[in-house]
Structures are given as structure tokens and as C-alpha cells.
């Protein structure tokens, strides 16, 4: 084996090492966080603040475990230009789900309500699930881990 081979394959190790370390911060966060805010805060209060939180953290992890400025870190968490056919796609399959509720009122004849405060609560959920929990395996552990394997 040669030295460069050993190198590579020894700084791969350690990177390994860091995706895993920061996954295991941020996902403490992500679970501990929002069961403990929640207790004392509001749920969307809690989802927001934790949201916010592990940005930071992912953000101070890509700058200390990978030597990331904070524009390389957004970029290598996936935070970048969107690609518009996805956009569409994602539109599209928006479109097609939202469209279940009026189709099952209208077949079952069961009345569908929503919460007042259903608004509040969908961002907490789009803050939560779709930029925190987005982040931490998406972004963090599988764009490191696809980065280390080339």
C-alpha cells in the first residue's frame, strides 16, 4: 500500500468519523430539543427554535470538521439554486395530494375540518421536518457520506 493510498484511506476514516460525531450532536438536538422546548414553549415555538438551532450547529460543523466557509457550508448542506424541474415535479405531486381531502369529502360525504391554528402548525412542521430533520440526514450525513465515497 502505498503512503498516498494510506493517507487517503486515513483521512476518509476520520471524516467518517466527524459525519458521524456531528450526526449524533445534531440528532440529539433534533430529539432532546424539541421535547424539552416543548414542555415550556409552544410545539411551533419549539420546532422553529430548534430549527434554527441545528442550521447553526450543522453550519458550525461543516466550518470546524471540514474547513467550509458558512456560503460552502449552505452549499454543501444542499441549500443552493433549486433545480426548476424539480420544482415542477414537486409542484405537480403538491397539486395531486391536496387534491385528496376535497375528493374524499366528496365520495364519503365526512366532513373534513382543520384546527384554528392549523396555519401555525404547519410551520412548524415544514421548519421542522422539512429544513431540520432535511438537513441533518440529507445535507449532513448523506452529502458527506456521498462526498466520501466520490
Known sequence: MSVLTQRTETTSRGN???????????????????TWLARV???????????????????????????????QGFLALGF?????????????????MLTFFPIFTLSTGAPVSLKSDWLWILLAII????????????????GGLRREAG
Not at 434554527?52 to 458558512?70: D, H, N, P, T
Not at 421548519?127 to 448523506?142: D, K, Q
Open 41 to 71: 414553549l409552544d410545539q411551533t415555538w419549539a420546532a422553529l427554535i430548534v430549527t434554527g438551532l441545528m442550521l447553526v450547529v450543522a453550519l458550525i460543523l461543516e466550518k470546524s470538521f471540514f474547513k467550509r466557509s458558512i456560503s
Open 80 to 96: 443552493g439554486r433549486p433545480n426548476p424541474r424539480a420544482i415542477l415535479v414537486a409542484l405537480i405531486i403538491g397539486i395531486i
Open 127 to 142: 421548519a421542522l421536518n422539512g429544513i431540520g430533520e432535511e438537513t441533518l440526514f440529507r445535507g449532513y450525513v448523506f
Open 16 to 34: 467518517l468519523g466527524r459525519i458521524l460525531i456531528g450526526c449524533a450532536v445534531m440528532f440529539t438536538i433534533l430529539q432532546l430539543g424539541v
